[in-house]
């Protein structure tokens, strides 16, 4: 059974840096990754890394700001975020078994986290 609890939201000025953490079970050979929902708008797939660790994918939004990490030794996902803008602001899910949707355009997965929320003020 897939468990994911995040840790490390909270309020930080525009600029600024967060690491979020989400204790993983459970989770084995699973695209692990990060989304985010702000108010009115969709769940969107911000970073997602691929089972060893090798590979990546970040929104373009984010790219060159946020790093996401697997500890498999401590079974811990980690997502960095430097620059942050007040645009960031959001509730922030880890997920696990992300994949594509149809057409490529968007992430999905079907494990979720309760959510950690992050507020970047200007």
């Known amino acids: 059974q897939v468990q994911l609890v995040e840790s490390g939201g909270g309020s930080v000025q525009a600029g600024g840096s967060l690491r979020l953490s989400c204790g993983a079970a459970?989770?084995?050979?699973?695209?692990m990754g990060w989304f985010r929902q702000a108010p009115g708008k969709e769940r969107e797939g911000v970073a997602v890394?691929?089972?060893?660790?090798?590979?990546?994918y970040y929104a373009d939004s984010v790219k060159g700001r946020f790093t996401i990490s697997l500890d498999n030794a401590e079974n811990t996902l980690y997502l960095q975020m430097n620059s942050l803008k007040p645009e960031d602001t959001a509730m922030y899910y880890c997920?696990?078994?992300?994949?594509?949707?149809?057409?490529?355009?968007?992430?999905?997965?079907?494990?979720w986290g309760q959510g950690t929320q992050v507020t970047v003020s200007s």
């Open positions: 459970g989770y084995t050979y699973m695209r």
């Open positions: 997920a696990a078994d992300c994949f594509r949707t149809f057409g490529g355009d968007t992430w999905a997965a079907n494990y």
């Open positions: 890394i691929y089972p060893g660790g090798g590979a990546t």
